[in-house]
């Protein structure tokens, strides 16, 4: 009989801290719900994070974890994986710990396509360690740490994970418990890595940074919600549309200036070629919506089932032995 899972069944006795209003809420009640859809069992699943507000994750989840040392969370998650691919495997981290120290770790993971889903929760600061800019912050941000403004261009995560030959990259906006679940849902079903960029607000050190993008008298006229098949169509009247002029984008008014229905395009998350995918990533709400959704879910073989099989290969060639055997295999000599 097929095991039915209730969000409650993921949630673990310790009490949750995170500051009153914070973002991590949204996606940790996300988590749950996508977790009981899934209805992967508890003991077969496992929640990795390195440093960081985000990264407390585990604690709350009634399923295997580790809270590892800063940075390294894709690198132990990588290591859980292979080591027992049966396991299903999430990473919790943040623009800070994932993008900076952990940077290196996150575009090898990526590159690999190793099947974990990476939860990178960006709130464009360093929240733990009390308010210092961090690699996704704007250009010209005051913070602890750039108390003049930053002088340095931001890490875009799109970019970096297509960069990476991400095949699977999706974003959502940490109050959002209506899709975020669904999203973290496909995340978990792609086979191999799957980052989710999610929207997520400090309400101490950062409040209000996405506030022109997601709050409520913005939010359908800043971004728009992809759906695999769909018109890119989005706006309070759901009158407006993404076309494509030349190489780039173009938000318009669909019924003005000639645009109908028809030059609207239809997203295809499943397309190989990562050119539109990341153009759709990249749109930053300024003259063009930010895109939520998943955005890009292209199947390549995963990291993992590939090390299964390469085991499997070499032990059909050489058969296992015990230590003794292996020791004493090859050159070999005694001394009396």
């Known amino acids: 009989m097929e095991q039915i899972y209730q ?8 009490l949750v801290r995170w500051c009153p209003g914070c973002g991590d809420y949204g996606v940790l009640n996300s988590l749950f719900k996508a977790m009981a859809d899934l209805g992967v069992a508890p003991h077969n699943t496992a929640v990795i994070s390195g440093i960081g507000c985000s990264s407390r994750l585990p604690y709350y989840t009634n399923t295997y ?3 590892t040392i800063h940075g390294r969370g894709a690198a132990v998650a990588t290591g859980v994986k292979v080591a ?11 623009d800070g710990d994932c993008l900076a120290i952990g940077g290196n770790h996150f575009i090898h993971a990526v590159r690999r396509n190793v099947d974990i889903n990476i939860l990178l929760m960006n709130n464009k600061i360093y929240g733990l360690t009390k308010g210092q800019y ?7 941000f005051v913070s602890k740490s750039s108390p003049y403004g930053t002088i340095e261009d931001p890490f875009r995560p799109a970019e970096l994970a297509l960069g990476s030959r991400g095949r699977f990259f999706a974003r959502t906006i940490d109050a959002d418990v209506k899709n975020s679940p669904e999203i973290l849902k496909a995340a978990a079903q792609h086979k191999g890595t799957s980052v989710v960029e999610i929207i997520l607000n400090c309400v101490i050190f950062n409040d209000g940074i996405h506030e022109n993008i997601v709050s409520r008298e913005n939010r359908s006229d800043k971004t728009i919600f992809l759906r695999h098949g769909e018109k890119m169509i989005f706006g309070k009247d759901s009158n407006k549309g993404i076309v494509q002029e030349g190489f780039n984008l173009k938000a318009v008014v669909i019924g003005e200036n000639g645009y109908t229905l028809d030059d609207v ?3 295809s998350e499943t397309t190989s070629d990562p050119t539109l995918h990341l153009k759709l990533a990249l749109m930053d709400g300024v003259e063009l919506p930010v895109a939520l959704g998943v955005i890009r879910n292209v199947e390549a ?5 590939e090390i299964e099989k390469q085991i499997e290969k070499i032990q059909a060639q050489k058969p296992a032995r015990t230590l003794r ?12």
């Open 7 to 14: 969000p409650k069944d993921f949630k673990s006795s310790q």
């Open 265 to 267: 395009l239809t997203h």
């Open 301 to 305: 073989p995963a990291y993992d089932e």
């Open 325 to 336: 055997e292996f020791l004493m295999s090859g050159d070999i000599w005694e001394i009396k």
């Open 65 to 67: 974890g580790f809270h």
């Open 84 to 94: 027992n691919p049966a396991l299903s495997v999430w990473l919790a981290t943040g």
């Open 134 to 140: 961090s690699p996704t912050s704007d250009r010209g």
